[in-house]
T-cell receptor, first 112, second 110 residues
Framework: NAGVTQTPKFQVLKTGQSMTLQCAQDMNHEYMSWYRQDPGMGLRLIHYSVGAGITDQGEVPNGYNVSRSTTEDFPLRLLSAAPSQTSVYFC???????????FGPGTRLTVL | KQEVTQIPAALSVPEGENLVLNCSFTDSAIYNLQWFRQDPGKGLTSLLLIQSSQREQTSGRLNASLDKSSGRSTLYIAASQPGDSATYLCAVSGRDKIIFGKGTRLHILP
């Protein structure tokens, strides 16, 4: 099993550009989530999904969209990137609701 | 609103010492609590998961306890080694959301 995979590993955007961060898991987990990690702020929940077709907002959802069309994939979309979205983004998944969380390796995003 | 606090923010101890990291949370209605390790520039590695009905979990030199009524968890590391140097994070799960503490940065001195 590959576990949780994220692409790309690194990305540089200009203000106003859009992009999608990809997240996939091969463990048949129902629960998936996106976090951002900033120095001094810890990990903050952006969006989460309890199953295909169901998504909800976390602590810091503004500026981000998600969808969950399959159990395996949970992409995070930045529609118009801002410098405040410079961060490291982590995707995670778990089976059986909010059980043991498995994290992807992260995407380091810089918005100029 | 659930808040998770980890104290201290940073800790340096000589190799071989036993140590305790603390995690406190404000809402005792949790499903589970999980401890993670994060090395610089890397992702999170799960160390221990304690279900709300459990009091403790052990893995090798690590032991985590949970006291829901007082809103506290501790991570005990026995016989610390330089390889234990990392940031340790606790995460508390409610019905749908997981809230993280800001972590304790641990440095084991050789």
């Amino acid at each position: 099993n590959a576990g949780v995979t994220q692409t790309p590993k690194f990305q540089v955007l200009k203000t106003g550009q859009s992009m999608t961060l990809q997240c996939a898991q091969d463990m048949n987990h129902e629960y998936m989530s996106w976090y951002r990690q900033d120095p001094g702020m810890g990990l903050r929940l952006i969006h989460y999904s309890v199953g295909a077709g169901i998504t909800d907002q976390g602590e810091v959802p503004n500026g981000y969209n998600v969808s969950r069309s399959t159990t395996e994939d949970f992409p995070l979309r930045l529609l118009s990137a801002a410098p405040s979205q410079t961060s490291v983004y982590f995707c995670a998944s778990s089976g059986a609701g909010v059980g043991e969380q498995f994290f992807g390796p992260g995407t380091r995003l810089t918005v100029l | 609103k659930q808040e998770v606090t980890q104290i201290p923010a940073a800790l340096s101890v000589p190799e071989g010492e036993n140590l305790v990291l603390n995690c406190s949370f404000t809402d005792s209605a949790i499903y589970n609590l999980q401890w993670f390790r994060q090395d610089p520039g890397k992702g999170l590695t799960s160390l221990l998961l304690i279900q709300s009905s459990q009091r403790e979990q052990t893995s090798g030199r690590l032991n985590a306890s949970l006291d829901k009524s007082s809103g506290r968890s501790t991570l005990y590391i026995a016989a610390s080694q330089p390889g234990d140097s990392a940031t340790y994070l606790c995460a508390v799960s409610g019905r749908d959301k997981i809230i993280f503490g800001k972590g304790t940065r641990l440095h084991i001195l050789p």
